[in-house]
């Protein structure tokens, strides 16, 4: 096995220690840990990919690893959100919002390895990357916050205003996160239906 593949591998692993140090209530500084686990897993996303091309290393296996790895670990990180709590001690991310993300993220990647099964390479399209780039700031954002309310106890600030606070920028984040998602995912399909019906 490869570097490269090496790292896609590494990420899969680094997603269950990112969701052991996220849950485990009695973890010391589990939200700051999880917080840099996660950094680094998003790390070697780009690293390995990097290396595969610069090193002419790409092979099938990291090609329908490399994807499946990073929707696990997204997926992990929005599921591991809905555990976490707001000021009124409801789900800080509701259910209905990671469903609308998972569904789409692996949707996608499913259908775009058929594609690659067909001989066809489907480009990520740039609606997609911009729904990348919303659910990595929002799931950074999430867990900097978390990190600030429960491990450095909201750093000084009142608790209560700094948990209302916090909250209401999850929401928000996460409804801009669910209408790239939705609306990325919807272009994609729409852009690519020709393909897909055709072996339907």
């Known amino acids: 096995m490869n570097l490269p593949n090496k790292l896609t591998v590494a990420r899969i692993g680094m997603t269950a220690f990112f969701v052991s140090a996220l849950l485990l209530a009695k973890f010391p500084y589990g939200k700051t840990l999880a917080l840099a686990i996660f950094i680094v897993a998003s790390l070697t996303d780009w690293l390995d990919g990097w290396l595969a091309r610069r090193s002419g290393q790409e092979t099938t296996f990291g090609a329908l690893l490399d ?3 990073d929707k696990v670990l997204v997926a992990a990180a929005f599921i591991c ?4 709590h707001d000021f009124h001690g409801h789900p800080l991310v ?8 998972v569904s789409r993220e692996f949707l996608v990647t499913g259908l775009r390895l058929v594609a690659r099964e067909q001989g066809a390479v489907l480009k990520a399209e740039r609606l997609g990357k911009h729904k990348t780039i919303s659910q990595m700031v929002t799931i950074i954002v999430v867990l900097i916050g978390l990190a600030i309310r429960d491990d450095w106890h909201s750093l000084g600030m009142d608790a209560s205003r700094y948990d209302v606070v916090f909250s209401q ?4 984040l996460m409804l801009l996160t669910i209408l790239l998602t939705v609306w990325s995912g ?3 399909l729409v852009k690519n239906r020709r393909l897909f019906l055709e072996h339907a």
């Open 169 to 172: 920028t999850v929401f928000v």
């Open 94 to 101: 509701k259910s209905w919002m990671v469903l609308l993300i």
């Open 186 to 188: 919807a272009a994609y």
């Open 81 to 84: 959100f809905i555990e976490q």
């Open 67 to 69: 994807p499946l790895a």
